[in-house]
């Protein structure tokens, strides 16, 4: 008896020594002023110091002091325009692509002091949704379906010129994709690229090949109504990625919104535990000991440490749409309505010390 006594109280002991060492996290979200009321979509961190974004009113926003203060202006004969995408290289390069017709991506090299058209496309229902670069020099820009394909363009040039992709696979009838973050295409160095879908069919296009060939794959994410499905992927090596979504028009329902996959992309597993709400983009957070999984969405953000499987609750902020990691940090930016940008961090709490 004595022995089974002293048994249970060796195991309470490390129960308790375990959960006094377990780290845990909690999430602050600072807005910074911006000077504009243009709904922002597009968001791009270069560093900590060095931030781009874009939206609604042709207008675009850049930061080169970690967001204390914010040049805003808008691109000149755009100034009807949504830029839902936005790339940026340095304070003084960038891209970015709008949803009215014609399509056309501008381009500066000059920190906005002038823009360039580097693409124009005037067929009906261009709609550029979300672009993305692999590398200094590749990218890729997907607009909403002008037939029975998505549409999208590369680039090899840094954005000088453009060529469209002919193997895109079929869509079904009333499946299409988000624009709602800049951020339903992931696109890898090495070749990966994976495209979400929604209405209809939530599913994955998957290539491994800069878009060569493809593969579709269903992530079972809600789907069946034009405002549901896969909103945003990301993925931090070429196996381990997950999707968030669910229905912006009814963003309170939280079944089936989220899932994660570690063989890239191919067999997709819903999240135990889901995020409380739609949520309409995911990036990764990484430093030296982390990794972290943050998704944002207009009512609130949360987070997963376990790459997608379970998700625990961040803050109730509301009204962002997007966000981007500064490299290497747990620490990034958040875009939204109203000309809403955010500094937010992951913080890593210490954890209790034993009791003596």
Not at 204 to 230: K, Q
Not at 232 to 253: C, H, I, M, Q
Not at 338 to 349: L, T, Y
Request: hydrophobic share 35%.
């Amino acid at each position: 008896m004595k022995k089974e006594i002293n048994r249970l109280i060796l195991i309470f002991a490390v129960i308790i020594i375990a959960a006094c060492n377990e780290v845990s996290y909690e999430v602050t979200l600072v807005e910074l002023e911006t000077g504009t009321t243009a709904s922002i979509r597009a968001l791009h961190v270069v560093n900590e110091f060095v931030i781009w974004a874009s939206g609604t009113g042709g207008t675009y926003l850049v930061s080169v002091d970690g967001g204390m203060t914010w040049k805003v202006d808008t691109i000149p004969g755009a100034s009807k325009d949504d830029f839902r995408s936005i790339h940026a290289w340095n304070e003084r390069e960038a891209i970015v692509l709008g949803i009215n017709r014609p399509g056309r991506a501008y381009y500066t090299a000059d920190a906005g002091i002038s823009w360039g058209i580097v693409y124009e496309n005037n067929n009906e229902g261009i709609f550029f949704d979300s672009s993305v670069f692999a590398d200094e020099n590749t990218g890729l820009a997907l607009s909403d379906p002008l037939d029975s394909t998505s549409f999208v363009i590369r680039t090899s040039d840094r954005g000088r010129s453009w060529n469209k992709l002919n193997s895109m696979p079929l869509l079904n009838e009333g499946e299409y994709n988000f624009a709602a973050s800049n951020s339903c295409i992931d696109y890898h160095p090495d070749g990966n690229i994976w495209i979400v879908t929604g209405g209809s069919a939530a599913r994955v296009f998957i290539s491994n090949d800069h878009g060569m060939n493809w593969t579709a794959r269903e992530t079972g994410l809600v789907d069946g109504n034009p405002s549901s499905g896969n909103f945003s992927v990301s993925f931090y090596d070429r196996r381990n990625g997950a999707v968030v979504g669910g229905t912006y028009d009814k963003p309170e329902l939280n079944n089936k919104i989220a899932a994660w996959s570690s063989d890239g992309g191919i067999n997709w597993q819903l999240s135990e535990i889901m995020p409380r709400e739609y949520r309409s983009c995911i990036i990764w957070l990484q430093d030296e000991s982390s990794r972290i999984a943050f998704a944002i969405g207009k009512t609130g953000c949360d987070y997963s440490l376990d790459n997608g499987r379970t998700w625990i609750p961040g803050t109730d902020d509301k009204d962002y749409y997007t966000a981007r990691a500064i490299p290497g940090t747990l620490t990034g930016f958040a875009a939204g309505s109203d000309g809403k940008i955010a500094r937010f961090e992951v913080k890593r709490i210490p954890p209790l010390l034993p009791p003596s």
